[in-house]
């Protein structure tokens, strides 16, 4: 059932007691819906898919907390525990919109052209290889696949593009798990927040001593600083890293856990698979449809008055996407959208956004899980679930869609 307040609104809760079910209760209040945030904070929110793709790339509808009135009036701080997804400050990327946007984006991005992470291949398999390797000591017994193994190969990739060390990878994902959260105190995340601040404020600093001896991406964005007055600026050299690393791993760890866990359920597909008469793109693909790694992207601010499938975002207000509602949507991917069906001919998801902030990670994401999947099911032909589905839990948090633990048997 639909858990509306007094005012009739739908509550999204912080702790999503059955995500599945939630996404196809969104999706009947769309196209578009007001929503109920944690904390009392209202704002709208696409549950559709032809209402999130136009409204990801209307251009009246911004990233910039300037034009959010409950902000610019103090009815939400920035003490508020979702502010962790907000972010306020004009050196990212997330929050900036128009050319100063296109200028970061210009500067930072191009490390994930296809072209470059095409070449990244060989030390994505030797990785994996790696950790790989590390699984085969407890493989008779039930182990967590995603702390041993779907979080180490995207931190580890993620990591050793920029130059992070490897010592360091449970400890920052364990401080980004926390600042995403929806369960941590108000005021809580400026906390952690300021915490990575610092690390990676090291990082560079470190960097930047030895220059000319560092070639990892870490070191080109600085070098854009060194050469040109319109480069990167050493804090947002230092953003840069803190939004690249925290999107560059736990989306992706979430893909993979959610792609294994779907073929874990659906033993016929991982038959076609091994016939190959489902391909291995198929399957990530509509992994990222059927269970997609972030559930609800937040905000847009309304610059104007604009309509919406018949409805007004008033000038000043908040909307976010709701992308696994929106891959709920019959009109886009057909009738039977609640099954798993790597052989989809209808839809295109959106999975990794839409418009002029559209994931530029997507081709490392996909090119990661071409990899790393395959070799997976290739060591470990038998790999079955530990515990029933339906015992697996999630995260805490409204935004990413992730399983706290996979218990899994590698070699039953
Ligand atoms: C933006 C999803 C992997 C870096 C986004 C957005 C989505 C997304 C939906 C749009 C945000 C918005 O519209 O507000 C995903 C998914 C991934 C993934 C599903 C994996 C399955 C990655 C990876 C990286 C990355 C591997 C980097 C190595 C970024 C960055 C942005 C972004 C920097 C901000 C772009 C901008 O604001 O212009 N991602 N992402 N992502 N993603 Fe990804």
């Known amino acids: 059932p639909v858990q509306h307040n007094a005012d009739g609104i739908p509550i999204l809760h ?35 898919h032809e209402a999130s793709r136009l409204t990801l790339n209307d251009p009246r509808l911004v990233k ?27 050196t990212n990327m997330l929050a900036l919109d128009g050319d100063a946007h296109r200028r970061l984006r210009t500067l930072t991005a191009s ?35 995603k702390s041993g193994f779907t979080f180490k190969v995207p931190m580890g990739v993620i990591g050793e593009l920029y130059g992070i060390g490897e010592d360091e990878y449970v400890h920052l994902g364990e401080m980004y798990a926390k600042l995403f959260s929806g369960t941590t105190e108000p005021g809580e995340h400026i906390e952690i927040y300021g915490a990575l601040f610092q690390f990676f404020t090291d990082v560079v600093a470190r960097k930047k001593a030895n220059l000319d001896e560092c070639d990892d991406f870490t070191a080109d964005l600085l070098r854009t600083g060194v050469e040109s007055e319109d480069g990167l600026s050493d804090t947002e050299v230092v953003v840069t ?21 779907a073929l874990l359920n659906h033993p016929e597909q991982r038959e076609l698979l091994k016939r190959g008469e489902v391909s291995w793109e198929d399957v990530i693909e ?11 992207m937040m905000f847009r601010f309304a610059t104007e008055d604009v309509e919406v499938a018949g409805q007004t975002i008033r000038k000043g207000e908040a909307l976010l996407t709701h992308y696994g509602a929106a891959t ?6 057909g009738d039977d959208v609640h099954v798993f069906d790597p052989k989809r001919s209808r839809g295109r998801h959106i999975s990794f956004g839409y418009g002029p902030h559209i994931c530029p990670g997507a081709p490392l994401s996909r090119l990661e899980s071409r990899i790393i999947l395959p070799m997976l099911f ?16 999630v995260v805490a948090a409204l ?13 039953p």
């Not at 509509?286 to 609800?296: A, Y």
């Open 399 to 411: 935004s990413t869609n992730s399983l706290k633990e996979f218990p899994v048997v590698l070699r």
């Open 328 to 333: 709920r949507d019959r009109a886009e991917f």
């Open 378 to 393: 290739e060591r470990f032909p038998d790999l079955e679930l530990a515990v029933p589905d339906e015992s697996l839990e």
């Open 241 to 261: 890293l803190l939004t690249v690393v925290a999107a560059g791993h736990e989306t992706t760890v979430n893909l993979l856990t959610n792609a294994v866990r």
């Open 14 to 48: 912080a702790v999503p007691e059955d995500v599945q079910a939630d996404r196809e209760r969104l999706y009947q209040e769309g196209p578009l819906t007001r929503v109920e945030l944690p904390g009392g904070v209202r704002a709208w929110a696409t549950t559709h």
């Open 111 to 145: 490390p994930f052209s296809a072209r470059r992470v095409e070449r990244l291949r060989p030390r994505i398999e030797r990785l994996t290889a790696r950790y790989l390797d590390t699984l085969e000591e407890g493989a008779h017994e039930p182990q967590d696949l």
């Open 64 to 90: 910039s907390v300037d034009h959010w009135a409950d902000f610019q009036d103090g009815t939400v701080t920035a003490e508020w525990p979702l502010m962790a997804t907000i972010p306020t400050d004009n």
């Open 286 to 296: 509509e992994t990222l449809r059927f269970d997609p790694p972030n559930n609800v």
